[in-house]
Each structure stands twice: as structure tokens, then as C-alpha cells.
């Protein structure tokens, strides 16, 4: 079982860049989420998908993010324009009970 | 906004001690986890306690829940260097038509030879 793959590991860009984050869920797993981790605000829930469609974005900062998952195996967060204050952790998790399964995270630094 | 809140925020012991972390929440809930992340990784699920057990037991690892007093404590016995991580509760409740988990700040555990 490969787990949740997240790609890619790291990232660094510059502020005005776009930054797309892709996340593969565990195979038969229906809901997937997106959460940011930084030390001031710890692990924050942004967006979840049930059976590809979000069904609660309530936690998604600002129109400048977006994300879509556009079949079970895929899903994107996109970030544009990004900002410095978007450097974070950003972790894609999928579940099929009420247990998680966090990806590795993708470690996003904007400069 | 975090629902649960560890204590102690850090901890720190000898290899063969037992380790005791604490979370205490807000809100009512349907169940609460605990995860464990290890330095620059995933987080990974521990165990899952549901507001009508009272203990659970997995190995070394023992939960209790207190929804009278809205708290949980994870107990690792017998630690290991191994054991060394952040650990985190998460309360789950249906309150939005899926389990959605809150998770509280953590707390890092180290374990010294």
C-alpha cells in the first residue's frame, strides 16, 4: 500500500509565482483534505472533498487559493498569486472511516 | 480555531519512563484521535477513542476520555528513543455532515537513552 503521495516535497518560489500541490489519495479512500501546518496556527483543516466534490472550503483562506480534485486518484491546491505569509507545511490526507491518512507534506517556502 | 489543547506543551524523559500527555476541549464530540508526527513527516493515526468508550488500549498506548470533564490523556509506557515526536489529539464531531477534526497545538515528546 503506497500511502498518500504528495508532490511535490518542496517547494520555493517567489511572491507574485503560481504554486500548484498535487495530492494522490489511498486507492478506495472517498474523502480527501487539504490542511496547512505553520507554528503559529498549527494544522489547519482548509479544504475537504468527499467523492470529488468539495463539500467544505470554509477554512480556505482567500480567493488567491484553490483546489480541485478532478477524479478519486487526484487532487490539486493551487496557490496564485502566493504571498511569504503562504510559506507553511501543506498536507493532503485521505479517509474512508474517521481515521486519516496524512501524506508526507509538501514544505512551501515563499521568498 | 484549535479545540483541543495538550499539556504539557513539551516533555521530556528517560528511555523506560512512562509518558503521560493531556488534552482537554470545548465542544462535545463523537470521537477523539491522537496522532503522532514525527520531525518533518506525515502525521500518523495512533488510536481512536468514540465518546462512549471510556479507555482503549493498543500496545504500549493507553487513552482515556473524560466527556464529563472534557479531557483525554495518552498514556506511552515503557518509552522508547523511537517514541520521540509531536503528538496530537484531534476531536472529530459531525456537527458539519462529516467527521472534522479539530487538532489541538501538540506536544513534543523527547526520550533520551
Known amino acids: 500500500d503506497a500511502g498518500v503521495i504528495q508532490s511535490p516535497r518542496h517547494e520555493v518560489t517567489e511572491m507574485g509565482q503560481e504554486v500548484t500541490l498535487r495530492c494522490k489519495p489511498i486507492s478506495g ?12 496556527r498549527g494544522l489547519e483543516l482548509l479544504i475537504y472533498f468527499n467523492n470529488n466534490v468539495p463539500i467544505d472550503d470554509s477554512g480556505m483562506p482567500e480567493d488567491r487559493f484553490s483546489a480541485k480534485m478532478p477524479n478519486a486518484s487526484f487532487s490539486t491546491l493551487k496557490i496564485q498569486p502566493s504571498e511569504p505569509r503562504d510559506s ?5 490526507a485521505s479517509s474512508l472511516l474517521e481515521t486519516q491518512y496524512f501524506g508526507p507534506g509538501t514544505r512551501l517556502l515563499v521568498l | ?3 483541543g489543547e495538550e499539556d504539557p506543551q513539551a516533555l521530556s524523559i528517560q528511555e523506560g519512563e512512562n509518558a503521560t500527555m493531556n488534552c482537554s476541549y470545548k465542544t462535545s464530540i463523537n470521537n477523539l484521535q491522537w496522532y503522532r508526527q514525527n520531525s518533518g513527516r506525515g502525521l500518523v493515526h495512533l488510536i481512536l477513542i ?44 459531525f456537527s458539519g ?17
Open chain 1, 29 to 40: 479512500h472517498n474523502s480527501l483534505f487539504w490542511y496547512r501546518q505553520t507554528m503559529m
Open chain 1, 88 to 92: 507553511a507545511v501543506y498536507f493532503c
Open chain 2, 1 to 3: 480555531s484549535q479545540q
Open chain 2, 50 to 93: 468514540r465518546s462512549n468508550e471510556r479507555e482503549k488500549h493498543s500496545g504500549r498506548l493507553r487513552v482515556t476520555l473524560d466527556t464529563s470533564k472534557k479531557s483525554s490523556s495518552l498514556l506511552i509506557t515503557a518509552s522508547r528513543a523511537a517514541d520521540t515526536a509531536s503528538y496530537f489529539c484531534a476531536t472529530g464531531d
Open chain 2, 97 to 113: 455532515g462529516y467527521n472534522k477534526l479539530i487538532f489541538g497545538a501538540g506536544t513534543r515528546l523527547a526520550v533520551h537513552p
